[in-house]
């Protein structure tokens, strides 16, 4: 729902932390909070005899124990609770589309991002219509990364058009909100036509060159953002490398990550791009994947 900040439960330590930082987040904002568990459902035929109601007071637990977590620690904040109606995919998704961000939990590091998140993470992230935010799991005290004083904003600027208009706006907001510095990051590359000359490195950068360009282009794409956000201090780094190399060198320490993903055009093919699935199996903080056209 609009003005809402969802986090998907499941009573695991890695959806607590989700719901820790999505409570934080909104009492930034000054939103409400909704925290919301799918229940995996198998069909009535093959369920146990005694299973529903069990079922009924594991999630009535879930729920319950999320919200007093964060009650305790932002009596401000105006909690709800809901149990979705569907399976979690669809029912996760149909929450990004409707709440302003919605947060889930990953396991922390590990050798395949697909065994951070889970399957229904990375479906969720694939076809969200709305910003998502993936959150690490817990720290030794059991919480995930408090507030605590501000690291910097990081965002891959990818799309110097106004595509990317969704990607800056979710960045520059947050880095707004928590008197934060938003460091701005982008990649470039010599193109193949140049790679073949042994010459091609200081042809490329001659009076500026093709680094020169993309400086003054990533300078351009800021301004407006820069005018909207007069208190944000704004660091820029252009590198010549891979965008995800160059995002995740710049990351280190960092409070927040943010990139985009394309949504589907009209070969319908949702996907994550190789930068966020480095940012979210990679970056120590949390990551918020913006979708944009």
């Not at 799918?38 to 999630?59: K, L, S």
Request: net charge neutral; proline share 7%; hydrophobic share 45%.
């Amino acid at each position: 729902m609009p003005g809402t900040i969802t986090v998907g439960v499941d009573g695991t330590d890695h959806s607590l932390a989700a719901a820790d930082w999505a409570a934080a987040e909104a009492s930034r904002r000054g939103t409400g909070l909704c925290l919301a568990h799918a229940a995996v459902r198998r069909p009535r035929h093959v369920v146990p005899a005694g299973e529903a109601a069990a079922r009924e007071r594991r999630t009535a637990d879930v729920l319950r124990d999320a919200g007093e977590r964060v009650a305790k620690d932002f009596p401000e904040l105006t909690v709800t609770t809901r149990l979705l109606p569907a399976e979690p995919i669809p029912a996760l998704i149909a929450e990004a589309a409707g709440a302003d961000l919605l947060v889930l939990g990953s396991r922390g590091h590990g050798t395949v991002v697909g065994h951070l998140l889970g399957s229904v993470g990375l479906h969720v992230l694939r076809h969200a219509t709305g910003p998502v935010v993936v959150v690490r799991g817990p720290h030794g005290d059991g919480r995930a990364a408090g507030p605590g004083p501000a690291g910097d904003v990081v965002v891959g600027v990818q799309d110097l058009e106004e595509r990317g208009a969704a990607v800056l706006d979710f960045a520059f907001a947050a880095a707004a909100r928590r008197g934060a510095r938003l460091r701005a990051v982008r990649a470039w590359t010599v193109p193949p036509v140049f790679a073949w000359s042994p010459g091609s490195y200081q042809l490329a950068d001659e009076d500026g060159g093709m680094g020169g360009r993309e400086e003054q282009g990533l300078g351009d794409a800021l301004r407006p953002w820069r005018e909207r956000h007069p208190r944000v201090e704004v660091v820029e780094h252009v590198d010549m490398g891979s965008a995800a190399q160059v995002l995740l060198a710049h990351s280190a320490g960092a409070e927040l990550v943010v990139v985009g993903r394309r949504l589907p055009g009209g070969h319908g093919v949702h996907r994550l791009g190789p930068v966020a699935l480095a940012a979210l199996h990679h970056a120590s903080c949390p990551v918020a994947v913006v979708p944009h056209p």
